[in-house]
């Protein structure tokens, strides 16, 4: 979350946590997404490094459970946490930007796509997949997430090893 992340000094007040503890911090107190958010209000997030030698982390943070996902992210504007359906995460730009953005790709399906170009054309279908035309493929945190959250979406599970597999591949 390189250039995003903002972390606060320590205070008195808070119960101080390092962006480098955060993770063993929430999984020695919590057992769901509601716990966290209960836990952030006494929290406060600092920028204490690793170790002298080594920078601060720019993170930011995907947390689940059964019942949801959330993404917690430190910014100029605070802590926030946001409702995440999509159940991925990857870096930058903020949470906020992702979720107006994938609004563009409202037109992907896992499905063969009907033939609106001109009926009257009655144009082949090339092969399958192409409901997926104009999911992005370059290696960009926004395209890999895009891509993440079309095959979360659309990938199925079958009950046997080499059909889940075959899926995967």
């Given at each position: 979350?390189?250039?995003?992340?903002?972390?606060?000094?320590?205070?008195?007040?808070?119960?101080?946590?390092?962006?480098?503890?955060?993770?063993?911090?929430?999984?020695?107190?919590?057992?769901?997404?509601?716990?966290?958010?209960?836990?952030?209000?006494?929290?406060?997030?600092?920028?204490?490094?690793?170790?002298?030698?080594?920078?601060?982390?720019?993170?930011?943070?995907?947390?689940?459970?059964?019942s949801?996902?959330?993404?917690?992210?430190?910014?100029?504007?605070?802590?926030?946490?946001?409702?995440?359906?999509?159940?991925?995460?990857?870096?930058?730009?903020p949470?906020?930007?992702?979720?107006?953005?994938?609004?563009?790709?409202?037109?992907?399906?896992?499905?063969?796509?009907?033939?609106?170009?001109?009926?009257?054309?009655?144009?082949?279908?090339?092969?399958?997949?192409?409901?997926?035309?104009?999911?992005p493929?370059?290696?960009?945190?926004?395209?890999?997430?895009?891509?993440?959250?079309?095959?979360?979406?659309?990938?199925?599970?079958?009950?046997?090893?080499?059909?889940?597999?075959?899926?995967?591949?």
């Amino acid at each position: 979350f390189v250039g995003n992340a903002v972390y606060q000094e320590p205070v008195e007040d808070k119960e101080n946590v390092a962006q480098f503890e955060f993770i063993p911090w929430v999984l020695s107190q919590c057992e769901s997404v509601e716990d966290v958010k209960t836990l952030l209000a006494n929290m406060n997030l600092t920028g204490t490094p690793f170790c002298e030698e080594l920078p601060t982390a720019q993170l930011h943070w995907m947390i689940a459970d059964r019942s949801g996902c959330s993404v917690l992210e430190s910014t100029e504007e605070g802590v926030r946490i946001y409702e995440n359906p999509y159940g991925v995460l990857t870096n930058n730009p903020p949470f906020p930007y992702y979720q107006h953005h994938m609004g563009n790709y409202r037109n992907l399906t896992a499905k063969t796509p009907d033939d609106n170009f001109a009926g009257a054309l009655k144009l082949p279908l090339l092969g399958q997949g192409q409901g997926a035309a104009g999911l992005p493929g370059d290696f960009s945190p926004v395209s890999r997430f895009v891509r993440a959250v079309f095959l979360k979406w659309n990938s199925r599970s079958e009950r046997d090893e080499m059909s889940n597999i075959s899926q995967f591949f």
